[in-house]
């Protein structure tokens, strides 16, 4: 599979997602330590910035995409679990949508950072007006199969290139008669 056998078309956000929430904020003093990760606008670690209780006033998000807003602007990663988002990022959701697909429209959703910087954030209007070119099917609509089988494929390529190097590492230490099982391949 190849990107470049594709026909792409751009497309705004909200025709993408069919739910774009900005998180609320919440002061650092406001933190109460806990187990949900709290997301803000960094670059690092999927955007965790700590781990806190959900309390009132907060919104709590699941199986999206986070984008930060300022800070590391234009950052995005696919958030599997439920996080509390901060006022600097903004939830980016569609219904019945795989890991796959997800993964592929966070890709594609950085190629827009560089239209923004610390002195032009995103905002609510701008993500409105934010088109992404995406890979289309026969009827010009995206092509969400594509997206979901390109990037199972990229992920097994992936899986088995670490399969091998960790074999080979095995073999240099002397422990040439393991094999590693690889789990969804």
Not at 80 to 98: I, M, Q
Request: negative net charge.
């Amino acid at each position: 599979m190849k990107l470049s056998d594709r026909e792409w078309k751009d497309f705004s956000v909200p025709y993408i997602f069919q739910k774009i929430q900005r998180g609320k904020r919440l002061k650092n003093a406001d933190h109460i330590p806990g187990i949900i990760p709290y997301v803000s606008s960094t670059a690092n670690n999927n955007g965790v910035d700590d781990y806190i209780e959900a309390i009132d006033g907060t919104r709590v998000f699941e199986n999206c995409i986070s984008l930060a807003n300022s800070g590391s602007v234009g950052t995005a990663f696919y958030e599997p679990f439920a996080f509390v988002a901060s006022d600097h990022v903004t939830s980016l959701k569609r219904e019945n949508t795989s890991q796959y697909v997800y993964l592929f429209l966070t890709a594609v959703l950085e190629q827009q950072g560089s239209n923004f910087n610390f002195n032009r954030e995103i905002n609510d209007l701008r993500i409105r007006k934010m088109r992404v070119m995406l890979p289309v099917d026969d009827n010009d609509e995206p092509d969400y199969q594509f997206m979901e089988d390109y990037m199972k494929e990229l992920m097994t390529a992936k899986r088995k290139q670490y399969q091998k190097y960790v074999e080979q590492r095995l073999v240099e230490f002397g422990i040439d008669d393991m094999k590693i099982p690889m789990r969804g391949v």
